[in-house]
């Protein structure tokens, strides 16, 4: 079956510096990839999502690029500010009709002011 | 529209109980689903419907059970609660079925001693 992994698990920035997560997955059949964002007891956020008929979606500070033949896609958060702290989590379709989805396990990341 | 519901945000059991989680969604999303989150795992499918009386196993679904006879609701039964069940539970639901965005619910957290 699918597995994703996720790196790194942790992750600290200084306010105003990027930060990037990367995450590989193993079922070349996946073809939609979301991000997360997950505030402490809160519920998980959509942030960004791709395709996987595009290479890269950018929206303002948040962008996320797929390499197909990899296998890998990542996360690229410019300019991070307090607000981004949170659990970032990416997941990848799967099922006969992408309906279903495995996540990673997340990466804390801690922008530090 | 109150998007995604869930009841109750917190419940203790005791192992051997069995409890019902409530999940409602008031936008005719077809595609509902329930993961557990356990800390350093990500997020994991216990099970999924396509729509109305259609439902399907996910990641890990021993121990528990689903039906779903309206479109709005989508119930998680505990048969026979463990404490390896102790966990925070999402539902989840989308328009469709098929790599679309899917809509969390705040979590119900279980304790089971």
């Known amino acids: 079956g699918e597995n994703v992994e996720q790196h790194p698990s942790t992750l600290s920035v200084q306010e105003g510096d990027s930060a990037v997560i990367k995450c590989t997955y193993s079922?070349?059949?996946?073809?939609?990839f979301p991000w997360y964002k997950q505030e402490l007891g809160k519920r998980p956020q959509l942030i960004i999502d791709?395709?996987?008929?595009?290479g890269e979606k950018k929206d303002q500070r948040i962008a996320v690029t797929l390499n197909k033949t990899a296998k890998h896609f990542s996360l690229h958060i410019t300019e991070t500010q307090p607000e981004d702290s949170a659990v970032y989590f990416c997941?990848?379709?799967?099922?006969?009709?992408?309906?279903?989805?495995?996540f990673g396990p997340g990466t804390r990341l801690s922008v530090l002011p | 529209n109150a998007g995604v519901t869930q009841t109750p945000k917190f419940q203790v059991l005791k192992t051997g109980q069995s409890m019902t989680l409530q999940c409602a969604q008031d936008?005719?999303?077809?595609?509902m689903s329930w993961y557990r989150q356990d800390p350093g795992m990500g997020l994991r499918l216990i099970h999924y419907s396509v729509g109305a009386g259609i439902t399907d196993q996910g990641e890990v679904p021993n121990g528990y059970n689903v039906s779903r006879s309206t479109t709005e609701d989508f119930p998680l039964r505990l048969l026979s609660a463990a404490p390896s069940q102790t966990s925070v539970y999402f539902c989840a639901s989308s328009y469709s079925w098929g790599r679309e965005t899917q809509y969390f619910g705040p979590g119900t957290r279980l304790l089971v001693l």
């Open positions: 791709i395709r996987s008929n595009v």
């Open positions: 079922d070349s059949a996946s073809n939609y």
């Open positions: 936008m005719n999303h077809e595609y």
């Open positions: 997941a990848a379709s799967i099922g006969n009709y992408g309906q279903n989805f495995v």
